[in-house]
Nanobody, 116 residues
């Protein structure tokens, strides 16, 4: 199983980035996929999810700025990040959950830095 993120980098406040993640080694279309951040003392927390049926769930703190999407033909999940703020600086992890028994997978992360 592999999840490989790309698209991170340095951007000025108010700018945009599009993160991408390509998955392999599992039945992607049947899994919920999304993006997570590591929270000190709490581990990895999903803040944006897109389910196998296309339904999405985005944390209220970013729902007006971040958009998640997926392309099952390409085994890809995307995160469009607009109007970025310095507090969005973090490492963003592509994640997937599903299967029987349930599994959760995570990529190595891509760094996003928002700074002028």
């Amino acid at each position: 199983v592999q999840l490989v993120e790309s698209g991170g980098g340095l951007v000025q406040p108010g700018g945009s980035l599009r993160l991408s993640c390509v998955a392999s080694g599992f039945d992607f279309k049947r899994y919920a996929v999304g993006w997570a951040r590591q929270v000190p003392g709490k581990g990895f927390e999903w803040f944006s999810t897109i389910y196998s049926d296309g339904a999405t769930q985005v944390d209220r703190s970013v729902e007006d700025r971040f958009t998640i999407s997926r392309d099952n033909r390409k085994n890809m999940v995307y995160l469009q990040m607009d109007n970025l703020r310095p507090e969005d600086t973090d490492t963003y992890y592509c994640t997937a959950a599903g299967g029987l028994p349930p599994n959760e997978y995570r990529g190595q992360g891509t760094q996003v830095t928002v700074s002028s």
